[in-house]
């Protein structure tokens, strides 16, 4: 079975790390890298695997979004109740069989986050 790239976006905590987290709710911020060629794969891909997750306890939300001007980079915002469920649902055999439709030049930087209030900006 293929393995997805997953480089860290973070050098000093890894992403298995944070599943191990227990705070939420959680945004799961994913960067996707794709050959050109391999785009409308890998939107095939990801559909399938959104669908999947979607279906996962503490799933809320997930949104697909698509570099302009003709970039093959996405990114995927989903919104977790917990950085738990999240590790719940990426370790489960179905997901791991999931990630073998991806094309092969798929590069997924996944990385979570938890909202951060900045008096006159925003609220946590």
């Known amino acids: 079975m293929r393995i997805l790239q997953l480089?860290?976006?973070?050098?000093h905590t890894t992403y298995l790390q944070q599943l191990q987290h227990n705070g939420g709710p959680v945004v799961l911020?994913?960067?996707f890298d794709v050959a050109p060629e391999d785009a409308e794969r890998f939107l095939d891909a990801s559909a399938d695997d959104a669908g999947f997750m979607r279906q996962q306890p503490g799933c809320i939300s997930t949104q697909l979004h698509r570099g302009t001007a003709g970039s093959s980079t996405f990114v995927n915002v989903a919104v977790w109740e917990s950085a738990r469920g999240l590790g719940d649902a990426f370790r489960s055999p179905e997901f791991r069989t999931r990630t073998a439709q991806?094309?092969?030049?798929t590069v997924a930087s996944p990385h979570v986050f938890e909202k951060v209030?900045?008096?006159?900006?925003c609220v946590a």
């Open 7 to 11: 480089p860290e976006m973070d050098q």
């Open 29 to 31: 911020i994913n960067q």
């Open 102 to 105: 991806y094309p092969d030049s």
């Open 117 to 121: 209030a900045v008096p006159g900006v």
